[in-house]
């Protein structure tokens, strides 16, 4: 296994091979063993190369805590998982596979599931070997994970990381609506769309096809006002007291904009509703412009393009398309705009205005590999991450790509279960944010904290997990 120094936000920080010298020697050894099998198999099984991107797009956002029910011959219990993973850890991947797979001790197509992975039926009946190359996938995400660092477990110790730390990394997503769920409004709106996944009304092809599909939507996640929370007025509080070194926010609200973080602090990963700019003329406006437009459903056009075609006489004149034109125009013309009979040529209509959120298929702006890479890395003290479940790449590999010894807390309603974090605070947000001030004995108000006493609780089997609640005043 061959480890790369370029980050892992723009490639792999593992390069996958699969997987090592040693598993490779024990693939040969299997094969001579199952001739028969792998020559009944020729003709019908993919290329290597397709086969490892196959299990690799399988894996892409699997979750790493996953345990199946089954023969306990092909499945690991929970106990066996983790002594599976602590043993690799201790004596490294090389002298792992000599006492497991070359040991005999456990089958790959078994030890895949110590991993988190649930083998696909594509390979059920075939031989052990077949595993091989999604047990390495497996063993290289388990490497490549962060390990806890065994000195900070308490509530009292991150009380002490915050009074001390002066470059706090922040990774935050709050308030936004959870589209991928089917128990809500937006998903069920999805449906006459469409659309197989909910997650497709955010893809920046379909918006090339047809923004129409987008628009139908926006106004169910446009931000609704300008008032933060206290979770926004805590990190504003990090920034006065000089302990910020940058909030990356996946929120799309701009609301940390309105909570006063600073241009210089802010990293907006995924855009926001700020701005938008016409994918024809690249113009740009405030997003407020188009808010009129989006909250009655329509697709909002550029006025400046609408100001040059009204040069033209008479208005709406056919124009040969060009065969090699460059940028948004070259895009499909959809059924969305005014079309011709004519394949030749289209009517000249104004460019769409897109709000600058970044869409699946979209590169994060630059800004935040940029900062991260070339100036956070070596000055960052604390991460606190909050409110967010770490699932979208690659903000999810932020918290990896960090120097290992800095300290991580990890803050929201529901733990993370493939980062292993210092610290996990459970519960709402502002309720816990509100319960580290106290205890600092900063002055923290805001018009939103709940009133009443917050109780800490220690979840039970954890060392370093809490759950905090509001006592309602009697």
């Known amino acids: 296994m061959e480890v790369l120094q370029e980050s892992p936000l723009k490639a792999p920080a ?78 490294g991947e090389d002298q792992f596979i000599s006492e497991t797979l070359e040991a005999r001790t456990v089958s ?81 709106q999805l449906q006459h769309l469409g659309l197989s996944d909910p997650q497709e009304v955010f893809d920046i092809s379909v918006f090339w096809e047809d923004p129409s599909i987008f628009y139908s939507v926006a106004k169910d996640i446009l931000p609704s006002t300008r008032k933060f929370s206290p979770t926004h ?35 907006q990963c995924h855009g926001s509703f700020a701005t938008a700019t016409c994918v024809e003329c690249e113009y740009q406006v405030k997003g407020e412009e188009i808010f009129n437009d989006i909250k009655a459903g329509r697709v909002p056009r550029c006025d400046r393009c609408i100001r040059t075609l009204r040069q033209y006489k008479p208005f709406g004149i056919k124009r040969k398309r060009s065969a090699n034109r460059l940028g948004p125009s070259k895009k499909k013309r959809q059924s969305y705009g005014d079309s011709t009979d004519d394949e030749d040529y289209d009517v000249p209509i104004a460019g769409v205005m897109k709000p600058d959120i970044t869409f699946f298929g979209e590169d994060l702006p630059a800004n935040f590999h940029n900062r991260l890479v070339q100036h956070d890395k070596d000055l960052v003290d604390l991460v606190l991450v909050i409110g967010t479940s770490l699932k979208v790449a690659p903000v999810s590999e932020v918290s990896g790509f960090l120097p290992p010894e800095t300290p991580q807390i990890y803050i929201s309603r529901e733990p993370c279960q493939h980062i292993d974090f210092d610290i996990d605070m459970l519960g709402e947000c502002d309720t816990i944010v509100t319960e580290l001030c106290r205890r600092l004995e900063w002055d923290f108000q805001h018009e939103m904290i709940k009133e009443g006493s917050i109780d800490v609780q220690m979840d039970e089997g954890y060392d370093s997990r809490y759950s905090f609640k509001v006592q309602s005043a009697s």
């Open 14 to 91: 593992v390069e996958v091979v699969p997987v090592s010298s040693r598993l490779d020697s024990v693939d040969g050894e299997k094969r001579e063993e199952n001739q028969h099998d792998a020559s009944s198999l020729e003709g019908d099984e993919p290329d290597d190369d397709d086969q490892l991107s196959l299990y690799e797009d399988m894996l892409d956002g699997m979750p790493d805590e996953v345990t199946w029910e089954g023969d306990p011959a092909d499945v690991c219990t929970v106990e066996e998982s983790i002594a599976f993973r602590k043993r690799l850890r201790l004596v």
């Open 233 to 267: 007025a805590f990190i504003k509080l990090l920034q006065d007291k000089g302990k910020l070194l940058t909030n990356f926010t996946q929120n799309i609200d701009n609301l940390e904009s309105h909570a006063g973080i600073l241009p210089e602090k802010l990293i």
């Open 108 to 188: 790959a197509r078994k030890l895949c599931t110590a991993f988190g992975i649930k083998p696909p039926p594509l390979l059920d009946g075939q031989p052990d070997h077949k595993y091989y190359p999604l047990l390495g996938l497996g063993i290289t995400r388990e490497l490549r994970k962060r390990m806890k660092l065994p000195q900070y477990n308490t509530i009292d110790d991150a009380v002490d990381l915050l009074r001390k730390s002066k470059n706090i990394i922040i990774s935050t997503s709050l308030g936004i609506p959870d589209f991928r769920s089917k128990d809500t409004g937006l998903y069920s």
